[in-house]
């Protein structure tokens, strides 16, 4: 009786046992893992990191470890910090959140070298922005791309006696080999210092006590070595592999072009046809990954062109001009000249409507905004004007603009002596391919007045473009500023040296850029791309393109971009004419009598608010507005080693995204480690190698338990349940507050 009583009971441990598992195994079911992570991980969402970007020769930019790296937060706000994190911290490594003004050349080169102490960077923004400038751009942007070289012009090659950007430092062509991080909201900033505040900060620098702040950074790249490399690898996988693993993409997107009279974009041109060429940029970029605001390298030169191309389609004998004028707006030129090279490989092919052969002349606006003294800047190539004939057609060329400037007061052209060469500009990529007459109007002599190119402060502000305060979105929107109109008057000189260039003369001052169009554009590419007028203009599909902050000018690798779409339907709406067409006409006009697809474009819009506010009054715009390939012609011909054309990629990635919270000591880590390991153990094998290992002294009577174990082997079992009981505890903090900084439980 008392052995079956014994079995009895080790059948009723042994239930009770399996009843524990069983709620454990339902615990952790009902216990969702993401609930105990926001437990656990304070997200940050408003970053921007820095990726890699390859070319044919090397990779630069950053990346973090597969996993993601992680390190004890401590804040650098003066240089003299550094000394913790680089040779007296005891915790490495460590995670540097760095004020922006830290954030050049000097300090992280100091960084770099001690990659084994520095686990990644978090930089908050610099507030003021640094007054002595900061570019983290080279000095001889485009270097190699551009015309000059040992063959042509070789004593401007490599920007011998005139750096462009002076105050480039390179710093966005380094390659870092751990992860860097933008934060973007100085709310997210302040949590992060707080929390370093309160657990990372001791008196007398001594050791901080655990638990301490961490942050953990993803942002691993696929790439690496060179686009040469990434691009075959990524070949090789497209072509034996069903489902291919590319690991880089070509930078790309879309130019932006139309003209000023319809052309027959299904054929090319005469011989005989002459265009007028009005270029500009649309991109620019940053060290961080999409945050390009461009404002002075991009922005205002592009808005000045779709103000007078707007101008100029108002002249009233615009049909019968001799000659034909093309605006186009390059993509990628920030990453050596993409759209414009495109567009001049195109060219050569006969793969766009306009061959080199029709250019009768090139007109390119450079940076724009942060003119002195009212001066515009004519810049020419030397090289070209070698040439009598060429120099005799720039002279030409300079005196139309001059003539189209005596009118305007507010812009004065001055001319720059013959020996120096071209900024970088698209008409470097047509004069590498054909002799042409052209100019570059800039707001500056030699040197970048940009103090901020290609940085994240290149901003409204770095052109002055401020508001009033407490006006309404609205207000602001049609509120023209100072800087509104003076792109205005160079908008007005613009229209009108084009007109004059295409062969007009008699409607000439009527043709005058409007500066509420200016001010529009500048609000919506630099405050506030959702905005009513915004809305107005594009496609009812592409809503969600506008956000509610301003546009970035980033060309990146899926395309069109934001910037592309606003831009064509800006400049669609600027120069085309609303037609009666019902919406399926408009998708599909080849069946309405007298239109054409291939003279125009027809886009069917959202339109304005009707009177009560409520609807929209969707309509038909036709323009000659069209998108062209800005795709580097090395990729079409796989000479991804060219030294003739733009080679740039984007490594792909899985994850990118940062967080922070506290973390143990290495010893409770390990200690984690093995009371865990051990208590797994017990709870889910132990029961199983008791069955199949028995004492070989006992033999198992009839109806034999395998659950029945010593006393002391349950109590084990029960001691190590505590891995169960500690689900059962992160389960009962459900229905409590979040505790503001929880501990990494490894």
Request: aromatic share 10%.
């Amino acid at each position: 009786m008392a052995t079956a009583g014994g079995v009895c009971e080790a059948v009723r441990g042994s239930q009770g046992l399996l009843r524990l598992l069983s709620l454990c195994v339902l615990l952790a079911g009902l216990c969702r893992g993401n609930s105990v992570e926001r437990k656990i991980y304070i997200p940050l969402n408003k970053t921007a990191p820095c990726v890699r970007l390859l070319n044919a020769t090397h990779q630069i930019g950053c990346q973090s470890s597969i996993s993601g790296d992680t390190g004890v937060i401590h804040v650098v706000e003066k240089e003299e910090d550094l000394q913790w994190v680089l040779t007296d911290g005891p915790n490495p490594p460590y995670m540097v959140l760095l004020e922006g003004k830290l954030f050049n050349r000097t300090i992280m080169e100091k960084l770099k070298g001690r990659t084994g102490r520095i686990a990644g960077l978090a930089v908050s923004l610099a507030k003021p922005r640094p007054p002595a400038g900061f570019s983290p751009s080279v000095p001889c942007p485009n270097d190699g791309f551009g015309v000059y070289s040992s063959s042509y012009g070789a004593e401007f090659a490599h920007c011998k006696d005139l750096p462009w950007n002076p105050l480039g430092d390179g710093l966005a062509y380094e390659d870092f080999h751990f992860p860097i991080f933008l934060l973007e909201d100085e709310n997210e900033t302040n949590v992060i210092k707080q929390c370093y505040r309160d657990h990372n900060l001791s008196p007398n620098g001594s050791a901080p006590a655990f638990p301490l702040c961490a942050m953990q950074l993803f942002s691993h790249m696929h790439a690496v070595i060179s686009t040469v490399t990434c691009m075959r690898r990524s070949s090789i996988q497209s072509t034996f592999s069903i489902n291919p693993e590319i690991v880089c993409d070509p930078l790309s997107d879309y130019n932006v072009w139309s003209m000023l009279k319809p052309i027959n974009t299904s054929g090319t041109l005469e011989p005989d046809d002459r265009v007028v060429v009005a270029a500009t940029r649309l991109d620019s970029r940053s060290f961080f990954w999409n945050v390009a605001p461009g404002a002075e390298s991009a922005v205002a030169s592009f808005v000045t062109q779709l103000a007078a191309a707007e101008a100029l389609q108002k002249a009233p004998d615009v049909s019968a001009l001799p000659r034909n004028v093309m605006f186009v707006f390059f993509q990628g030129e920030t990453f050596d000249y993409i759209g414009s090279s495109r567009m001049v490989y195109d060219m050569e092919k006969g793969k766009f409507p306009v061959k080199l052969e029709n250019i009768n002349s090139f007109v390119e606006l450079g940076q724009v905004a942060l003119r002195t003294s009212l001066e515009l800047w004519l810049h020419t190539d030397p090289m070209s004007q070698k040439n009598e004939s060429i120099r005799n057609q720039v002279e030409d060329l300079l005196t139309t603009l001059e003539s189209s400037a005596a009118g305007v007061p507010a812009v004065l052209l001055r001319k720059l002596n013959q020996s120096q060469p071209l900024p970088p500009s698209s008409l470097q990529r047509f004069l590498r391919a054909h002799n042409i007459s052209g100019v570059v109007l800039a707001d500056h002599s030699a040197a970048f007045h940009n103090r901020y190119y290609q940085s994240v402060y290149d901003t409204a502000e770095n052109i002055n473009v401020s508001y009033p305060e407490r006006l309404s979105p609205e207000e602001d929107l049609n509120f023209v500023t100072d800087t509104a109109e003076a792109l205005a008057h160079v908008a007005t000189v613009l229209g009108r040296a084009l007109y004059q260039l295409a062969g007009g003369s008699t409607f000439i001052n009527t043709i005058q850029a409007d500066p509420q169009t200016v001010t529009r554009l500048l609000y919506g590419f630099l405050v506030r791309a959702n905005n009513s007028w915004f809305q107005s203009i594009i496609r009812q599909d592409l809503r969600s393109y506008l956000g509610d902050g301003p546009l970035q000018h980033y060309i990146a690798v899926s395309s069109p971009t934001n910037t592309t779409y606003v831009v064509q339907y800006a400049l669609a709406n600027l120069t085309g004419m609303v037609i009666n067409l019902t919406r399926e006409q408009c998708q599909d006009p080849s069946k309405v009598p007298n239109e054409n697809k291939d003279l125009y474009d027809y886009s069917w819009v959202q339109g304005p608010l009707n009177s009560n506010e409520t609807d929209r009054l969707p309509r038909c715009v036709r323009s000659t507005a069209r998108l062209a390939r800005a795709l580097s012609p090395a990729f079409e011909l796989r000479q991804w080693s060219s030294t003739e054309y733009s080679t740039w990629t984007e490594s792909r990635w899985k994850d990118i995204r940062a967080r922070i919270f506290l973390i143990a000591s290495k010893e409770l880590e390990v200690s984690w480690g093995e009371e865990g390991g051990r208590g797994l153990f017990n709870l889910f094998l132990l029961p199983l190698v008791s069955y199949l290992l028995p004492s070989p002294k006992q033999q198992k009577p009839p109806g034999f338990c395998p659950w029945s174990a010593s006393m002391s082997h349950q109590k084990a079992f029960f001691t190590d349940s505590l891995s169960c009981m500690f689900i059962l505890d992160l389960c009962s903090h459900e229905t409590q507050g979040v505790t503001p900084y929880p501990v990494d439980p490894r």
